[in-house]
C-alpha cells in the first residue's frame, strides 16, 4: 500500500503559476512511476503528465507541453507539477497517482495503468 497526499493548489490569475506536491508514504517511493492527472466539471479524469521511477523519463499531455513540469525527489518520497502560463482551461481537480513498477524507464499515460490515487487537490485559474 502507499498513501497519496497533494497540497499546492488554490486560486491564481491566468497567467501566473503553482507548484503541485504529492507527499508519499507507506512503501518504497523509488519502486514507483508516478503521474497527475486532472478533472474538470462535467469532464472525464485526462492526463497530464507521467515520471518513471528514475525520473529520468517523463511524458506530457500535448494540452499542457512546454507550461507544466513533472519531476520527482526520491529522498523526500514527493513527485511535483510545477504549473506555469497557467491558463482558465486548466482549472480542475488534480490528482496524483502511483504504480508500483520493475521497470525504471517506463512512464504510463493511461489512467487504468494506476494502482493509487491520492484524494485530489482543487486548482482554479481565473481569466
Known amino acids: 500500500q502507499v498513501q497519496l497526499v497533494e497540497s499546492g493548489g488554490g486560486l491564481v490569475q491566468a497567467g501566473g503559476s503553482l507548484r503541485l506536491s504529492c507527499a508519499a508514504s507507506g512503501r518504497t517511493f523509488s519502486t514507483f512511476a508516478m503521474g497527475w492527472f486532472r478533472q474538470a466539471p462535467g469532464k472525464e479524469r485526462e492526463f497530464v503528465a507521467a515520471?518513471?521511477?528514475?525520473?529520468?523519463?517523463?511524458s506530457y499531455a500535448g494540452s499542457v507541453k512546454g507550461r507544466l513540469t513533472i519531476s520527482r525527489d526520491n529522498a523526500k518520497n514527493t513527485v511535483y507539477l510545477q504549473m506555469n502560463s497557467l491558463k482558465s482551461e486548466d482549472t480542475a481537480v488534480y490528482y496524483c497517482?502511483?504504480?508500483?513498477?520493475?521497470?525504471?524507464?517506463?512512464?504510463?499515460?493511461?489512467?487504468?495503468?494506476?494502482?493509487?490515487w491520492g484524494q485530489g487537490i482543487q486548482v482554479t485559474v481565473s481569466s
Open positions: 515520471i518513471s521511477r528514475s525520473g529520468g523519463n517523463t
Open positions: 497517482a502511483a504504480r508500483a513498477v520493475s521497470v525504471s524507464t517506463f512512464v504510463y499515460p493511461l489512467t487504468k495503468s494506476y494502482d493509487y
